[in-house]
């Protein structure tokens, strides 16, 4: 049971170059997230999918675009990636995004550097 | 929009000492989360708190949901070298698409 699983690990892009990051959950939840982490913030959604299907922007959507291609995959693409796009980016997946009780289950990170 | 304040920033502490850390919100939460993150590693759930008062503990670690809803701690007694990493908590009002994470508490332990 690998839980949440994020491809790359690590990514240098030059500016304006695009990628896409992957994540897998084996754990058949519905929701799923994307969020990035930068020094001395906390964690910052991006975008999420709270069920197959639908996807929603969070507090910093601007420049990514996401794909749930399936209950286990959802996707996170960088169209022209920026400087500022440089981050550590984590997946996490929930039961149920609506509960009042529910616990998110993070993936190891993928860390992009745009020069 | 919604902050956390989560202090101190980063602790260095001896081997066998007690760790205490906090947040506070100016809005109140249903939910607070307390999250470990090793280095190079995703963040890992500690403890869940959901009702205001609730004292929780997980082996060494003990929280607190603060009884205004707008605050919470968390205790480490008797702290050990693998206790080194970020500490974060987290409030939630409504569900997972509305968590909103402080920054860290950045933990250091010596040997």
């Known amino acids: 049971n690998a839980g949440v699983t994020q491809t790359p690990k690590f990514q240098v892009l030059k500016t304006g170059q695009s990628m896409t990051l992957q994540c897998a959950q084996d754990?058949?939840?519905?929701?799923m997230y994307w969020y990035r982490q930068d020094p001395g913030m906390g964690l910052r959604l991006i975008y999420y999918s709270a069920s197959e299907g639908t996807t929603d922007k969070g507090e910093v959507p601007n420049g990514y675009n996401v794909s749930r291609l399936n209950k286990r995959e959802f996707s996170l693409r960088l169209e022209s990636a920026a400087p500022s796009q440089t981050s550590v980016y984590f997946c996490?997946?929930?039961?149920?995004?609506?509960?009042?009780?529910?616990?998110?289950?993070f993936g190891p990170g993928t860390r992009l550097l745009v020069l | 929009g919604q902050q956390l304040n989560q202090s101190p920033q980063s602790m260095f502490i001896q081997e066998g000492e007690d760790v205490s850390m906090n947040c506070t919100s100016s809005?109140?939460?249903?939910?607070w989360l307390w999250y470990k993150q090793d280095p190079g590693e995703g963040p890992v759930l500690l403890i869940a708190?959901?009702?205001?008062?609730e004292l929780t503990s997980n082996g060494r670690l003990t929280a607190q949901f603060g009884i205004t809803r707008k605050d919470s701690f968390l205790n480490i007694s008797a702290s050990i070298p693998s206790d080194v990493g970020i500490y974060f908590c987290a409030g939630q009002l409504t569900g997972g698409f509305k968590t909103i994470f402080g920054a860290g508490t950045r933990l250091f332990v010596k040997a």
């Open positions: 754990m058949n939840h519905n929701s």
């Open positions: 708190l959901y009702k205001a008062g």
């Open positions: 809005s109140i939460f249903n939910t």
């Open positions: 996490a997946s929930s039961e149920a995004t609506h509960s009042t009780q529910e616990t998110q289950y």
